[in-house]
């Protein structure tokens, strides 16, 4: 199975286009677009499919994250940030056009629904805000990259696309990331990913 996208190369920049935050944007935010992804050579017992957009390079330690003027320095422990979490999706779709999910910020998050004819999971913004009386909520769906623009490093953004042997999985109603992978477990047929990179500091060229 191989999967690509015309919205970014795989190991390349991803515009701020299908980012939340963007140095040069107003109010510092990018245009929050889903990507456009499309896959082919799927196996042909395929029932369905789920995608899994993750943040592998997040800063663990959220005092310095919220320490604007201490830069964050590259070997700095990382742990894993989801943007997106979709389950369910019909054997028979092939492709997700840019935009057609996400297409700017959503306070307090996008509702439950469908994405691509699957069900939409919850993103890890969804903790992230909750602290926050003006944008806490449920955030389902894709909210795009926002890393801190004080981080030295360059974050890679997964897209992680699974063919599965069954039609639906087992989830809650309110479904995350984590749930997904526990309930394909004997059930993924193959997998394929591409990624990009993002980053909000100057000096990286990107965001």
Not at 60 to 87: K, M, N, Q, S, Y
Not at 163 to 183: E, H, K, M, S, Y
Request: hydrophobic content about 40%; overall charge negative; charged content about 20%.
């Amino acid at each position: 199975m191989q999967i690509h996208s015309h919205s970014f190369q795989n190991r390349q920049s991803i515009p701020s286009e299908f980012a939340l935050g963007a140095r040069d944007g107003k109010d510092g935010l990018g245009g929050n677009r889903n990507p456009h992804l499309a896959w082919e050579d799927v196996p042909e017992s395929t029932r369905s499919f789920a995608l899994l957009c993750i943040d592998t390079d997040a800063p663990t330690d959220g005092a310095l994250v919220a320490d604007a003027a201490t830069p964050i320095p590259v070997e700095h422990p990382r742990g894993d940030f989801v943007h997106w979490a979709i389950a369910n999706i019909p054997a028979g779709v092939r492709e997700i056009a840019a935009g057609s999910c996400s297409d700017g910020l959503t306070v307090r998050g996008k509702p439950a629904g469908q994405d691509a004819g699957g069900a939409r999971g919850l993103n890890d913004y969804t903790g992230w805000f909750a602290g926050d009386p003006a944008m806490a909520g449920q955030y389902h769906g894709y909210d795009g990259p926002y890393p801190p623009p004080h981080d030295l490093r360059v974050h890679r953004y997964f897209f992680r696309l699974f063919a599965l042997d069954c039609a639906q999985l087992a989830l809650p109603d309110t479904f995350t990331a984590g749930d997904v992978l526990r309930a394909m477990h004997g059930h993924v047929l193959a997998e394929a990913a591409i990624h990009g990179t993002y980053s909000l500091d100057a000096a990286s060229g990107q965001g």
